[in-house]
């Protein structure tokens, strides 16, 4: 690292003066991830040699992403959410048979989000015990269970540890790949039944009003803490239409991943650009309520260093000396 440059009471800015070749993964392309990739290039880049290389490839942000900075495709992904890669330290769940431990964190961007489960109030469902009583026939929304897509997956197995058989019971699982096509279900009325994230999302409040959101039960939150390191989480009163508070599945929380080799300079930088340059990424989201926004800001560099995997050292340069200013 060259000569840094200093603010009074913050980390060294990061001068490196090689030129590097950095490859990062994010999303489908048009999503938050691929946007944090964006704000990594362009603060990294600029700071870097004159003739760094820094390329985003579309991913899915799921265990794709986890796979590709564990088998050195990638040198940095984003993926969401954070606590869904401490299985793969721990060849668990998805995981099984394979296992990263050399994966590091450079942070997270904080988002506050939930995997929530709704049916239609024609239903008259209001709990799980009520829905495993009436075995309701369920068209049911949600995403693709293949072992990438993080939604299929907790999905997947909120339901089955809830005793829910769609299929069994006569229903039909209607499955994709993002959020806004299982919204769309709901919406148009294909689906009478929904389980998803991107709460903060227009399209939730304009069919939380016709949806009973159920609590998941406690016995099925802790076996999947458990098993997998999956966190429960609360939804606040009136965050839907008309619906008190209610604990569900956390899926909060953009981990932005590397590898143990990944050089401490260039770890270290990443993160600086996470926490002193928040307000370029910030902005973009300005015209959202912070509770109805992607991204929960104001960003605070101090909780973006708190990580459910262990943090690359170089990143933990910069975390330790926010807390040393």
């Known amino acids: 690292m060259g000569s840094p440059s200093m603010r009074p ?27 944090v990739c964006g704000w990594i290039s362009q603060e990294l880049g600029d700071r870097c040699g004159p003739h760094s290389r820094i390329a985003t490839w579309r991913g899915r942000g799921f265990s794709d ?6 088998r050195g495709e ?14 793969a330290l721990e060849a668990a769940g998805v995981y099984t048979n394979e296992s990263y431990p050399d994966l590091r964190a450079l942070g997270v961007v904080p988002q506050r989000d939930r995997l929530v489960v709704g049916v239609h109030k024609d239903l008259g469902v209001t709990t799980f015990a009520e829905l495993r009583e009436r075995k309701p026939v369920l068209r049911l929304a949600t995403s693709v269970h293949d072992g990438v897509n993080h939604v299929g997956l907790a999905a997947h197995h909120v339901l089955t540890r ?44 304009e069919i939380g009003r016709h949806l009973n959101f159920l609590e998941v039960e406690k016995d099925v939150l802790d076996s999947l803490y458990d098993d997998f390191g999956w966190p429960a989480a609360t939804v606040e009163d009136g965050y839907f239409p008309d619906r008190t508070a209610f604990t569900t599945l956390d899926f909060s929380d953009f981990l932005v ?28 989201y300005h015209h959202l309520a912070p509770e109805r926004s992607p991204v929960t800001y104001p960003l605070d560099p101090v909780t973006m260093g708190k990580t459910p995997v262990p ?15």
């Open 65 to 70: 992403s986890v796979r590709a900075v564990g």
């Open 9 to 35: 009471g913050r980390p060294a800015e990061p001068k490196i003066e090689r030129s590097l070749e950095l490859h990062l993964r994010g999303d489908w392309g048009t999503a938050n991830l691929h946007r």
């Open 257 to 284: 991943l590397t590898r143990a080799d990944l050089p401490d300079d260039v770890a270290y930088a990443i993160a600086w650009v996470l926490g002193e340059t928040r307000q370029i990424l910030e902005r973009q």
């Open 162 to 205: 809830s005793g829910v058989d769609v299929t069994g019971w006569g229903g039909e699982l209607l499955q994709d790949e993002r959020p806004y096509e299982s919204l769309d279900h709901v919406k148009e009325g294909r689906a009478n039944a929904i389980v998803h994230e991107a709460v903060m999302l227009p399209a939730w409040q």
């Open 311 to 325: 943090l690359h050292p170089g990143a933990a340069q910069y975390y330790s000396a926010l807390t040393a200013s």
């Open 74 to 87: 990638v040198q940095v992904a984003l993926t969401t959410p954070a606590a869904f890669t401490v299985a």
